[in-house]
């Protein structure tokens, strides 16, 4: 392989003289110690490059090695349930040391003789109740030459010959690499049709976002980012969560790093870590490592998906990813643009959102991968460059409010800085689920909870009884939909989690409670007494007494909901 010597040095980024012949994106390793790095520029007989770790010691002369390779990682059996740093270097194995040997029972799914396309299936692994599938690289494919039969192997042994059109045979074994900045190859992609379901009302029922589509959650410090994350982590429904922490302070990753093998998977009973790979990158490590624990976070999530697995990004935060790129880019001396960001930060942005997709994979299946990525803005700025250029490659933007989390209501998403670009798209599977009204029932509760910010302005100047009697209502039910439907507690064991057939009962009921109490408005009725009716308080409550199991329970309020209301506004008798 190709060597070089390094020239200068300042930080992350290195300047070295080639002796020989080197590629952009290609990874290298520097120093007697091999650190890991990347080749970034090259400019004539010499190049740029970023290492991956700590370069304290580092002095021009060392050497650079070259791999002839692009930044890779190894994709197989086994990831799942493990901790790694932004390399994909596992965290429980001491630096230097060998990861230890893993053994697996493959069983074959081709013969000699059989054709393989790129990408699919040659065998899987028994055992796994996830990811059973042995993929070939999507860029392979061509006869079986030879396969093993039946039985325990080693992670590093071969199981597969095969020979491609040119006559020459490659051994594959129960892994493979692949660089973490080329998106994998699909069949073909599918439409995001269907909503990804997460189990919070305000998400489902406001802005719901795409099985395959793209959310940003932003918000200022303490409005609940990591928090939110993780309820959907436990909660929403995919196969498999890749949860990246890209910069974060060191205590908070290290709350993610307790918390999350001790949450236990509400489907199975089981951790949920056995569904999940979390990749560590605190803001005390290596900047350059930070800025490619994306690119591996989402090529282990496309791979994934490419067994047929629906699949859940959490990236906490892409703004300290955006730093990272900062940073180099000042060490690299380019012209910044604004707030100091590099120019490409809108292409990058684009790149990494761009890879979520619901598709057919390469081996025939059906995938997904859905990337939920928070965002830091100073301040709670949402104006800021990464949140600004964020907006314009997600579907949806929850925006996180420092008001309500201050107040306590969770989540703390604001429904009037937020929006769901595909939830029109979702009305025939709401329709599918039991909710034919769903659209409208949605665009209701919009506007409701537009016209509620207007009035709560004007009667912080006049007073909320010098409203008129219209109006005074329009804020009781605003109030019942953020108390009934919007608010719902992460730590309740009842209401942590709404299934879309409760979201509807309670939608349904929640809707009908405003349309009757204006048809009693219009009888004579006051506000107050709407407000005091016992039916208004068991529907402010109806979130935590009526859980999933006992979804039946919301009959019992229509007939109370009915009488109630009927009851209002009538004379009395004789009089």
Same mark, same amino acid.
């Given at each position: ?6 020239r ?8 070295a ?12 390793e520097?120093g007697?110690?091999? *650190? ?24 021009p ?22 901790i ?17 040997r ?6 074959p ?5 059989n054709? *393989? ?6 065998g ?8 059973? @599938? ?15 039969a ?41 439409p995001?049709d ?10 489902d ?23 939110l ?10 196969d ?7 910069g ?19 489907r ?7 569904r ?6 605190a ?11 994306i ?30 790129l ?29 890879r979520?997709a ?21 301040g ?22 420092r ?22 798209r ?19 509760? *919009?506007?409701? *909870? ?8 004007m ?7 010098? @409203? ?12 019942l ?19 879309p057939?409760?979201?509807?009962e309670m ?5 009908r ?6 048809e009693a @408005?219009?009888r ?14 068991r529907l ?8 999933e ?7 019992? @309020? ?18």
């Amino acid at each position: 392989m190709a060597e070089a010597r390094i020239r200068s040095i300042s930080g992350p980024v290195l300047h070295a003289s080639a002796q020989g012949s080197f590629a952009v994106g290609e990874a290298v390793e520097v120093g007697e110690s091999r *650190l890991p790095g990347e080749i970034i520029r090259l400019e004539g007989g010499s190049f740029v490059a970023q290492v991956y770790e700590d370069t304290t010691g580092l002095k021009p002369g060392d050497p650079v090695h070259g791999t002839g390779a692009p930044l890779s990682v190894p994709l197989g059996p086994g990831l799942l349930g493990r901790i790694y740093d932004g390399l994909l270097r596992r965290l429980d194995v001491e630096a230097g040391e060998a990861a230890p040997r893993e053994r697996f029972v493959f069983a074959p799914s081709a013969a000699p003789g059989n054709r *393989l396309a790129p990408g699919t299936a040659f065998g899987e692994i028994e055992g796994a109740a996830h990811a059973r @599938l042995c993929l070939l690289p999507p860029d392979l494919g061509g006869e079986v030459a030879s396969i093993v039969a039946r039985g325990e192997v080693d992670a590093g042994d071969t199981v597969l010959v095969l020979r491609d059109d040119a006559g020459r045979e490659h051994a594959i074994g129960l892994f493979h690499r692949w660089p973490v900045r080329r998106p994998r190859p699909v069949g073909r992609r599918l439409p995001a049709d269907e909503p990804l379901v997460t189990g919070q009302r305000i998400l489902d029922t406001l802005f719901p976002v795409a099985r395959g589509g793209r959310a940003a959650i932003p918000g200022g410090f303490g409005t609940g980012k990591t928090v939110l994350q993780e309820t959907l982590a436990k909660w929403c429904h995919a196969d498999i969560i890749v949860y990246v922490g890209c910069g974060e302070r060191g205590n908070e990753m290290a709350e993610v790093l307790e918390e999350f093998p001790q949450l236990v998977d509400p489907r199975t009973g089981r951790a949920l870590m056995e569904r999940t790979v979390i990749i560590a990158n605190a803001s005390n490590m290596p900047v350059a490592a930070r800025e490619a624990s994306i690119y591996t976070a989402v090529t282990v999530a496309e791979y994934f998906r490419d067994q047929g697995l629906h699949v859940a990004l959490m990236a906490d935060s892409t703004s300290r990813w955006a730093e990272a790129l900062r940073e180099v880019s000042g060490r690299l001396g380019e012209l910044p643009g604004e707030a100091g960001y590099p120019a490409y930060l809108s292409s990058r942005l684009a790149g990494f959102y761009e890879r979520a997709a619901r598709v057919e994979a390469l081996c025939g299946r059906e995938g997904s991968l859905t990337i939920i990525g928070a965002v830091s803005p100073p301040g709670g700025d949402f104006s800021e460059p990464v949140t600004s250029h964020t907006k314009r490659y997600v579907g949806c933007f929850w925006g996180l409010d420092r008001e309500r989390a201050q107040a306590r209501f969770y989540p703390a998403i604001h429904p009037l800085q937020s929006y769901s670009v595909d939830a029109g798209r979702f009305a025939p599977w709401w329709s599918a689920h039991g909710n034919d009204n769903w659209l409208r029932q949605r665009e209701k509760l *919009l506007v409701l *909870l537009e016209e509620q910010a207007q009035l709560e302005r004007m009667a912080r100047i006049v007073g909320k009884d010098a @409203l008129p009697a219209e109006q005074q209502l329009t804020l009781i039910a605003a109030e019942l939909v953020n108390e009934a439907l919007l608010r719902q507690s992460a730590f309740s064991p009842v209401d942590r989690y709404c299934s879309p057939q409760r979201q509807s009962e309670m939608l349904r009921l929640a809707m009908r409670f405003i349309a009757l109490a204006r048809e009693a @408005l219009a009888r004579g009725a006051r506000p107050e007494e709407v407000a005091a009716l016992p039916v208004h308080r068991r529907l402010q409550r109806m979130g935590e007494e009526i859980g999933e199991d006992a979804i039946g329970r919301f009959a019992e @309020l229509w007939p109370q909901l009915e009488r109630e209301m009927a009851a209002l506004g009538r004379a009395p008798a004789g009089a």
